[in-house]
């Protein structure tokens, strides 16, 4: 491989409803919460037709059909998870989904995912579960969970894991390792560490703005025997799509992509698909910035590549 060339990394927390239990969800919200498949299904499409290579970090749960098929499945080990009051099967088990218990699942995108070329389906753990809340014997259950489930319907074995929130710390790092994990998304900077308010603040500034200026990249950390996938970017999605913020986002976006493939460096942007259900004309901004990476593609100044591809391709010119 070319080492001058740009490399872009796609990964994509899947989640769905899994990743929004401890916010308050209005009923229009759960309307465009049912879109998400129709959005995976054009994400996929996308992707096939512009030779992206994506991760799909995935919340497990999602797999099944619904919360009954789900809970018979989990009977031994419910018991432990209902211990831990703000787990999200807690939280499912209280909430009233009046209708709405569609928007926890979708096992249908996960055969399409894998049936789509250079996609990769890997773990946003099997709850959703949030660290802060988690103790260790809850994260080892979880994960415990994600790869069985995935194993019984014969996808492989997950390798990359993505921290809800990217709350990531050294005993649960250390517990991926044990499980044959080899990589994980770290956050940003510290903007990106948790969810206060005025960091949220500033996350949206910066989404526009370069108020911290990082670039991505691989490392190898010795204390957990992991390779963290650093620095990488939120793609928004807008109410307006034509509005100024929006235009600056994109903006802002194709700068620092044109920035890594001149520097020969790694460029890692990283999304929501339920955000384009506030706006599927947002698919529209993201299919142009697809566009412009087929063109840099074409002319061999960058490559597209999955995790599993991004960390192969490190260990070698490591070497
Ligand atoms: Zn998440």
């Keep these: 491989m070319n080492m001058k060339k740009g490399k872009l990394v796609i990964s994509i927390d899947y989640e769905m409803l899994w990743g929004l239990t401890d916010s308050n969800i209005s009923a229009s919200r759960y309307i465009e919460l049912k879109q998400v498949p129709e959005v995976v299904t054009h994400l996929l499409n996308l992707f096939k037709k512009y030779e992206i290579h994506a991760t799909w970090a995935s919340v497990g749960a999602l797999t099944y059909n619904n919360l009954d098929e789900m809970k018979k499945e989990m009977t031994n080990i419910c018991r432990n998870l209902l211990l831990n009051q703000r787990s ?12 709405n218990e569609q928007t926890l699942f979708d096992p249908e995108s996960f055969s399409k995912i894998e049936q789509t070329p250079f996609q990769q389906i890997e773990c946003h753990s099997f709850l959703h579960i949030f660290s802060d809340f988690t103790s260790v014997e809850l994260f080892k259950t979880d994960t415990c969970l994600h790869i069985n489930r995935l194993k019984k319907l014969g996808f492989k074995t997950p390798e990359f894991y993505v921290f809800p929130r990217n709350q990531s710390t050294l005993p649960f790092l250390n517990i991926l390792k044990k499980f044959g994990f080899n990589s994980f998304r770290g956050y940003d900077s510290v903007l990106y560490s948790d969810e206060k308010i005025f960091k949220r603040i500033l996350r949206r500034i910066d989404s526009i703005f370069p108020l911290v200026e990082r670039n991505s990249k691989i490392i190898y950390r010795e204390d957990c025997e992991l390779f963290e996938f650093k620095g990488s970017r939120f793609l928004r999605t807008f109410k307006n799509t034509n509005s100024l913020s929006a235009k600056l986002h994109y903006a802002k976006l194709r700068l620092g992509l044109k920035k890594s493939i001149q520097q020969g460096k790694m460029y890692h942007l990283w999304f929501h698909p339920h955000n384009f259900t506030i706006n599927q004309a947002n698919l529209l901004l993201f299919e142009d910035f697809l566009k412009s990476i087929q063109e840099y593609v074409k002319i061999d ?12 391709s490190f260990k070698i010119n490591s070497k």
């Design 88 to 99: 999200n099967y807690y939280l499912l088990c209280e909430k009233k989904l009046n209708g």
């Design 301 to 312: 100044k960058l490559v597209s590549l999955n995790t599993n591809e991004a960390l192969t």
